[in-house]
T-cell receptor, first 113, second 110 residues
Framework: AQSVTQPDIHITVSEGASLELRCNYS??????LFWYVQSPGQGLQLLLK??????LVQGIKGFEAEFKRSQSSFNLRKPSVHWSDAAEYFC???????????FGTGTKLQVIP | NAGVTQTPKFRILKIGQSMTLQCAQD?????MYWYRQDPGMGLKLIYY???????DKGEVPNGYNVSRSTTEDFPLRLELAAPSQTSVYFC?????????FGQGTRLTVV
């Protein structure tokens, strides 16, 4: 069965600093990979997705993620964090079907001035 | 654009009561989902639908029922509310695999 691990429950960064959120997945083939963001009291919004091709994908709000097959990872990055990026971030894996999306447990990002 | 609309936003239920969480989407998506979100647990799929008249169980369906009579609407029914159903519920729709989420319903069962 597929699984997603987000090892960091909570991360604090200073505004302007770089950010990397980790995501590891377990699945036999190459899955579809997603990063979603959830602001307080809101639903989830798609940041970016990887289906195939270039392993570095660009998303909205200046985020990017890199798929590394050898490490089964899909880490999310941003060069310079803004206070408005404070939110919870979810990595998700789709092994092939609408009912087969598995979400990680989330990483809560705090941004300090 | 309305997107995915969930009502109500908040609700308190007593044990044993029933209620329906409403979900409507105006994007003509075939796929719709109900998830529950508990602290530190991510999202768990309750039920999903691939089109009007077709529904199926997800990972945690016990205590819930759904129906899909139209493409737009996908209500979630709780028949006998239990404290374990205290959670935040999200409805989502999708044209393929990318999901669009509603703002959630925070349900407390006391």
């Amino acid at each position: 069965a597929q699984s997603v691990t987000q090892p960091d429950i909570h991360i604090t960064v200073s505004e302007g600093a770089s950010l990397e959120l980790r995501c590891n997945y377990s699945y036999g083939a190459t899955p579809y990979l997603f990063w979603y963001v959830q602001s307080p009291g809101q639903g989830l919004q798609l940041l970016l997705k990887y289906f195939s091709g270039d392993t570095l994908v660009q998303g909205i709000k200046g985020f990017e993620a890199e798929f590394k097959r050898s490490q089964s990872s899909f880490n999310l990055r941003k060069p310079s964090v803004h206070w408005s990026d404070a939110a919870e971030y979810f990595c998700a894996v789709d092994s092939g079907g609408y009912q087969k999306v598995t979400f990680g447990t989330g990483t809560k990002l705090q941004v300090i001035p | 654009n309305a997107g995915v609309t969930q009502t109500p936003k908040f609700r308190i239920l007593k044990i044993g009561q029933s209620m329906t969480l409403q979900c409507a989407q105006d994007m003509n998506h075939n796929y719709m989902y109900w998830y529950r979100q508990d602290p530190g647990m991510g999202l768990k799929l309750i039920y999903y639908s691939v089109g009007a008249g077709i529904t199926d169980k997800g990972e945690v369906p016990n205590g819930y029922n759904v129906s899909r009579s139209t493409t737009e609407d996908f209500p979630l029914r709780l028949e006998l509310a239990a404290p374990s159903q205290t959670s935040v519920y999200f409805c989502a729709s999708s044209p393929n695999t990318e999901a669009f989420f509603g703002q959630g319903t925070r349900l407390t069962v006391v």
